[in-house]
């Protein structure tokens, strides 16, 4: 069976939100390591997700992992619900004549 992107791009969002949790398991440590976490999260976005809309997603992601108690927010997996499910839903609304 071959991958396509959109499975691909959710198993890594699933991931990446993931390993943005693991700080709520590891006490003492997990804030400190949210501080290392988020520039390579936003990082991650940028480069998963291009353009305008990649840069305000990992803008969001950045500041979403860095502030404590937000890690639940899996922001990778909403990220993959919007740029394959709702943006395609929308873009064929507009194209209906």
Same mark, same amino acid.
């Given at each position: 069976?071959? $991958?396509?992107?959109?499975?691909?791009? /959710?198993?890594?969002?699933? /991931?990446?939100?993931? *390993?943005?949790?693991? $700080?709520? @398991? *590891? #006490?003492? =440590?997990?804030?400190?390591?949210?501080? =290392?976490?988020?520039? *390579? %999260? %936003?990082? =991650?976005?940028?480069?998963?997700?291009?353009?305008?809309?990649?840069?305000?997603?990992?803008?969001?992601?950045? *500041?979403?992992? /860095?502030? #404590?108690? @937000?890690?639940? =927010? #899996?922001?990778?997996? /909403?990220?993959?619900?919007? $740029?394959?499910?709702?943006?395609?839903?929308? $873009?064929?609304?507009?194209?209906? #004549?």
């Amino acid at each position: 069976m071959k $991958s396509t992107p959109s499975l691909k791009y /959710l198993f890594l969002g699933l /991931l990446f939100d993931g *390993i943005g949790m693991l $700080s709520f @398991f *590891i #006490p003492g =440590i997990g804030e400190f390591s949210d501080v =290392i976490w988020a520039p *390579i %999260a %936003a990082w =991650i976005m940028t480069r998963m997700y291009k353009g305008k809309i990649g840069q305000i997603a990992g803008v969001v992601t950045f *500041i979403e992992e /860095l502030l #404590p108690g @937000f890690d639940l =927010i #899996p922001s990778f997996t /909403l990220m993959w619900i919007y $740029s394959f499910i709702m943006a395609k839903t929308a $873009s064929k609304k507009v194209l209906k #004549p």
